[in-house]
């Protein structure tokens, strides 16, 4: 069965740091592209970041550059995403995507939630 | 940056009712547009991709269609188990990003 599984989320003051992970099973994991995907409560769906199966090729929302880092460890079968200097819009619960390819997200996570408040 | 504007934000319709909802983008996507479907407390599920194919397992009274700047999404007849939000989607691989419309919020009359 093809599963992701996200964990880490959790509360945390403004301007600490977070590290949030997910992991893999039931596909190759180093064969595809992945993302990290993120909804405000009562809001939409937000991307956050992505990565390419060999990390080649990484990318951010303006809304998280220089304080979120993607990474991936395809031997661990596991995604991460580094966060630091939080603030409280980054308030959301996070999803993990599986990239099947062209930017169709077949495969999430249940999502872990993260919380940015004193 | 390209921005995709979704409309309606919400509707309400009756069970059997065609319902239909569409996805603006700023500047000429081709056919790259996916459109998912979220309900409640669960995470969104892939309906459609590359603007008018359905995925493997959805229901062929999903629909979409379009290309360039204008897209169209179409539930033929809507049942009790559809409703959801419905978000279309849109990625870019130069650089690697996506971008998601605001969602449409359905809802049964």
């Known amino acids: 069965e093809v599963q992701l599984v996200e964990s880490g989320g959790g509360l945390v003051q403004p301007g600490r740091s977070l590290r949030l992970s997910c992991a893999v099973s039931g596909f190759t994991f180093d064969d595809y592209a992945m993302h990290w995907v993120r909804q405000a409560p009562g809001k939409g769906l937000e991307w956050v970041s992505g990565i390419s199966w060999n990390s080649g090729s990484i990318n951010y929302a303006d809304s998280v550059k220089g304080r979120f880092t993607i990474s991936r460890d395809n031997g661990k079968k596991s995604l991460y995403l580094q966060m630091s200097s939080l603030r409280a819009e980054d308030t959301a619960l996070y999803y993990c995507?599986?990239?099947?390819?062209?930017?169709?997200?077949?495969?999430w996570g249940q999502g872990t939630t993260v919380t940015v408040s004193s | 940056d390209i921005q995709m504007t979704q409309s309606p934000s919400s509707l309400s319709a009756s069970v059997g009712d065609r319902v239909t909802i569409t996805c603006q983008a700023s500047q000429d996507i081709s056919n790259y547009l996916n459109w998912y479907q979220q309900k409640p407390g669960k995470a969104p599920k892939l309906l459609i991709y590359?603007?008018?194919n359905l995925q493997t397992g959805v229901p062929s009274r999903f629909s979409g269609s379009g290309s360039g700047t204008d897209f169209i999404f179409t539930i033929s007849s809507l049942q009790p188990e559809d409703i959801a939000t419905y978000y279309c989607?849109?990625?870019?691989?130069?650089?690697?990003?996506?971008?998601f419309g605001g969602g449409t919020k359905v809802e049964i009359k």
């Open positions: 590359d603007a008018s």
């Open positions: 989607q849109h990625y870019d691989n130069l650089p690697l990003a996506l971008t």
């Open positions: 995507a599986k990239e099947d390819i062209d930017g169709r997200m077949d495969v």
